[in-house]
């Protein structure tokens, strides 16, 4: 069992940066791949970033990369989500969510636990 706390989300002008943690408790990262996916208001849920539990491996949605970071910290059992050049249409509530099968995955569905997720607000 693993639970998942964000934080970091905020109101931020169109451009601007922001830096979105995801700390764990209960098992340590090094047993699951993670995820960033996010939802904006009357949308669907997202893919945004995933990573390997060594933190070697990264993919992003076409819609973040070359924008956002994630990164992996498996001695303070907690993931970075870097957002930079951000843009009014990322507004979302954004989760982190641990793939407990260490499989780099787009799909939602195949992630097994989640967090509550943080408000990120792009003003433009």
């Known amino acids: 069992q693993v639970q998942l706390v964000e934080s970091g989300g905020g109101l931020v002008q169109a451009g601007g940066s922001l830096r979105l943690s995801c700390a764990s408790s209960?098992?340590?990262?090094?047993?699951?791949?993670m995820g960033w996916f996010r939802q904006a208001p009357g949308k669907e849920r997202e893919f945004v970033a995933t990573?390997?539990?060594?933190?070697?491996?990264?993919y992003y949605a076409d819609s973040v990369k070359g924008r956002f970071t994630i990164s992996i910290d498996n001695a303070k059992n907690t993931v970075i989500l870097q957002m930079n050049s951000l843009k009014p249409e990322g507004t979302a509530v954004y989760c982190c969510?641990?793939?407990?099968?260490?499989?780099?995955?787009?799909?939602?569905?195949?992630?097994?636990?989640w967090g509550q997720g943080t408000q990120v607000t792009v003003s433009s």
């Open positions: 209960g098992r340590t990262f090094s047993s699951y791949a």
């Open positions: 990573i390997s539990w060594s933190g070697g491996t990264t």
């Open positions: 969510a641990a793939e407990s099968e260490r499989k780099i995955t787009r799909r939602i569905f195949e992630y097994d636990y």
